[in-house]
């Protein structure tokens, strides 16, 4: 894992990002998208993407454990400056205990 993504992804921390993804289905998304994690050396922890709306739309939601508030919300900017991305909502879900 390179230096900077061992100081973004820290596994220890009891949260896990949750990125919904909302854009034109447009071909180049999915790969922009997926690079933005790919760039820092994370590898998401859940991915799953649908078209909907006679395959206009296309959702994606993207889970990624261990990043810290500050990385959320850069990357969730990120992700909203991509080509054809309408909307970009983010949560946390914390672990159990």
Not at 37 to 53: D, E, H, I, M
Not at 70 to 92: G, K, P
Request: aromatic share 8%.
């Amino acid at each position: 894992m390179s230096h900077f993504a061992a100081s973004v992804a820290d596994n220890h921390l009891p949260a896990t990002a949750c990125f919904a993804v909302h854009a034109r289905a447009e071909p180049g998304v999915m790969p922009r998208v997926l690079e933005l994690f790919a760039k820092r050396g994370l590898v998401p922890s859940f991915w799953q993407s649908s078209t909907s709306g006679d395959r206009e739309q296309l959702n994606i939601d993207i889970q990624m454990r261990g990043l810290g508030s500050e990385t959320i919300d850069y990357m969730a900017a990120c992700l909203r400056q991509i080509a054809f991305v309408e909307r970009v909502v983010v949560s946390q879900m914390r672990a159990p205990g």
